[in-house]
């Protein structure tokens, strides 16, 4: 079988489809180190620390719905080993603590803020547990772990995402545990089946960093090993690192899916890439970093370089001590979702007369004005030309593309022009479209604007063409 007819028959499942569409959501990082001043605790703590006396879960998802974000995960547990639910599995829980008096429920208190605003809720249950007496004695812990998990995956309504990272250091007994991957994706699939199983898992894949940094193209379609990576022992974090929170995409992991990168690999899947950050330094509040909230221009960069080139944004706010988003977080979440309503509220497509060089039959361009992925434009070849051409010249903001990716990942290279003067000029090129391209257009004034997909891997899908106005 050739390489082309290869790839595009990877394509993904429809739990994958919807939580791309979600695009942006938020990590809430919250447990005791909130309260001790720590990023990673060491299990010792004690319940009575965490007191959050103004808890207002509401607070937080309305703050994330005006920054445009559509998920919530929270981290039910961390590294320490303390719930933030009142699990019958220890006592090392919200039910030992001052909060609400022993009868709070953090989970629950979220699950619903998200259900009441409309927010797909998910949940982070780190494997690596430093409180756990069992920790590292094989079956008995794993059995404990799969006890949490079904608690977590069967109390607080429908889960959009399982979040699972790789770390794994000692437990209180100075033992290391084997997790039993398979058996936790197992639990999921069977307690949650449209729950994607993220970073850790077979469904949502790590872009590699902490920072932000994003490769120039991030294709949906890698190599099946790509999964293994993430939970082998030896490459997961033992320690909190601050250099591991900055570091950049190494330069052999640059490129995970063009034809040359898999022209030797034939266990391939679908494994879209998901870029996650914290709004400050560390994801866990301390009240030193009030100060040093990333600005919006720097988090809307990381966005239109993720959710605008194929991959999705999870975006980091931690709740204070006291149990509420900092009004310096919230300030920033106001400006980013002022100013991506500003970005996507006035579309000139239809202001537009829009053709094609080609068309397959049934296929035709009309089909990539409206979204979704029912109709769909294909042209007759592995290439195409699409103009939109308007009465009067338009000043242009962005351009978003989309490929019908139910058909997987088609286009290899596309460019822009805009036309002034009855000349065309290529302003942008670029490789990857997949679920979705934004292609920042800073505001110039054409006649027209043409659409170059100039290699493809088959016959390539648009399932939408949207241009906005300045």
Known sequence: ME?????????????????????????????????????????????????????DAEQW????????????????????????????????????????????????????????????????????????????????????????????LTGYGPIF????????????????????????????????????????????????????????????????????????????????DPAFRTRRIRSQDKDLGSR????????????????????????????????????????????FNSVGANATFLLNIPPTNEGLLHENDVRVLEEIGAYLQKTFAHEITQKAAVSADSAAPDCGIENALTDGYEAYYMPKGCSAEITLRFSEPEKLGCLRLKENIRMSQRIERFSVDIENNGKFKEIYSGTVVGYQRIVRLGGVTASALRIRIIDARTEPTLARIALYGA
């Open 161 to 240: 995402s399982v979040w699972f990272d790789g770390a794994c250091g000692e437990g209180p007994n100075g033992k290391k545990q084997k997790y039993d991957w398979p058996r936790y994706y197992e639990t999921v699939r069977t307690l949650q089946p449209d729950a994607c199983i993220s970073v850790c898992g077979p469904d949502v894949r790590w872009c590699g960093n902490e920072a932000g940094h994003t490769r120039t193209s991030e294709w949906s379609v890698v190599p099946a090993r790509l999964t293994i990576a993430e939970t082998t022992e030896g490459k997961s974090q033992k320690k909190d």
């Open 61 to 152: 998802v309305r703050a994330i719905r005006a920054a445009g974000m559509r998920g919530l995960i929270l981290t039910c547990k961390h590294h320490d080993g303390f719930c933030l639910w009142p699990t019958k599995q220890t006592g090392h829980s919200v039910a030992n603590s001052p909060f609400r008096g022993g009868k709070g429920d953090v989970v629950k208190e979220v699950s619903d803020a998200c259900a009441k605003y409309g927010i797909a809720f998910g949940i982070y249950l780190s494997p690596w547990d430093r409180n756990c007496p069992v920790y590292g004695e094989g079956k008995a812990y794993n059995d404990f772990f799969i006890a949490q998990l079904t608690e977590l």
């Open 3 to 55: 390489l082309d007819e290869r790839l595009v028959q990877v394509i993904p499942e429809e739990r994958q489809i919807r939580l791309q569409q979600l695009e942006f959501y938020a990590f809430i990082h919250f447990t005791v180190n909130t309260f001790t001043d720590k990023e990673w605790g060491d299990g010792t703590e004690s319940p009575a620390v965490f007191n959050p006396t103004k808890l």
């Open 260 to 303: 040359k990168a898999l022209a030797d690999e034939y266990d391939l899947i679908w494994y879209p890439a998901e870029v996650n950050t914290s709004i400050r330094p560390g994801w866990f509040w301390h009240a030193k970093e009030n100060g040093k909230v990333r600005k919006a221009e720097e988090l809307l960069k990381i966005y």
